[in-house]
């Protein structure tokens, strides 16, 4: 048996919003500061570019999910952005429901039945399984990861400090999950796949990874699977691999 909570120490780091002016190819108005880059990216690889831009920059940027509907003016027609809006951590019959974002600082945040908070395109959302949401032309549609590749990349920035001195992570958040796997064969989410020989080992991992969200160990293989910017499921595969998996979250993220 495992504890339900691990703590794990670091030192800190703070990530500062650019001044509103453009610097470094970031460009703000009012509360809002992205960079866009025009380049083809997959749904991780778009996440992936976000996180290296941050790191030449000295910021902590991120794909857009409370603030994607901001974004809408900055897009053409012709445009396939991705925002961080994702259900890839419960689905219910209710498609509206579920929905998390990637903002650093809104882990808790989740979409209940019937919500209207997300500015979803006409009878969107309709996809089953785990999806995520992206803007087609100015039209936000749900769609699995893989369906399609962005043809630009907005990140955004943000206030959130990048680590604390002191972090737990915790089983059963942000509740007690049915199963761990996704039942589809749809790639859900971002992994880094590692070998760790302790659960603690794998956590100080995650830890060290500022976009890791959660994280999976497997005692018996000494497996250790980061999910990276957004909350998923491990994927179908990964349950026929010998021993148990321990899912532990990152409440404080």
């Not at 882990?107 to 089953?128: C, G, L, Q, S």
């Not at 007690?176 to 080992?201: M, Q, R, W, Y």
């Not at 699977?225 to 321990?246: F, Q």
Request: glycine letters at 6%; proline letters at 6%; hydrophobic letters at 35%.
């Amino acid at each position: 048996m495992y504890a339900q909570h691990i703590a794990i120490i670091s030192l800190v780091g703070i990530s500062y919003l650019c001044p509103p002016v453009q610097m470094n190819n970031l460009i703000c108005r009012e509360d809002l500061c992205i960079i866009r880059i025009d380049r083809q990216a997959t749904y991780c690889e778009a996440h992936e570019i976000c996180e290296q831009e941050g790191r030449k920059r000295g910021r902590r940027l991120f794909i857009p999910g409370n603030d994607a509907p901001k974004i809408v003016a900055l897009l053409s027609d012709t445009d396939t952005v991705f925002t961080s809006f994702n259900a890839m951590l419960n689905r219910t019959t209710d498609r509206r429901a579920g929905w998390r974002v990637g903002d650093p600082g809104y882990a808790n945040f989740v979409t209940t039945k019937k919500d209207t908070t997300i500015p979803w395109h006409t009878r969107e959302p309709n996809a089953d399984g785990p999806t995520i949401g992206l803007y087609v032309g100015r039209q936000l549609f749900d769609d699995p990861q893989n369906y399609r590749n962005a043809t630009s990349v907005i990140c955004e920035a943000s206030l959130r400090p990048t680590g604390g001195k002191l972090e737990r992570f915790q089983t059963n958040w942000p509740y007690a999950l049915d199963t761990l796997f996704v039942s589809s064969e749809h790639p859900c989410g971002c992994f880094k796949s590692i070998k760790a020989n302790t659960l603690i080992a794998c956590a100080k991992r995650c830890k060290q990874r500022t976009e890791c969200r959660s994280f999976y160990f497997n005692e018996k293989n000494k497996e250790c699977m980061l999910s990276l910017y957004v909350d998923s499921l491990l994927s179908m595969r990964s349950s026929i691999s010998p021993g148990a998996w321990v899912r532990f979250g990152r409440p404080d993220w």
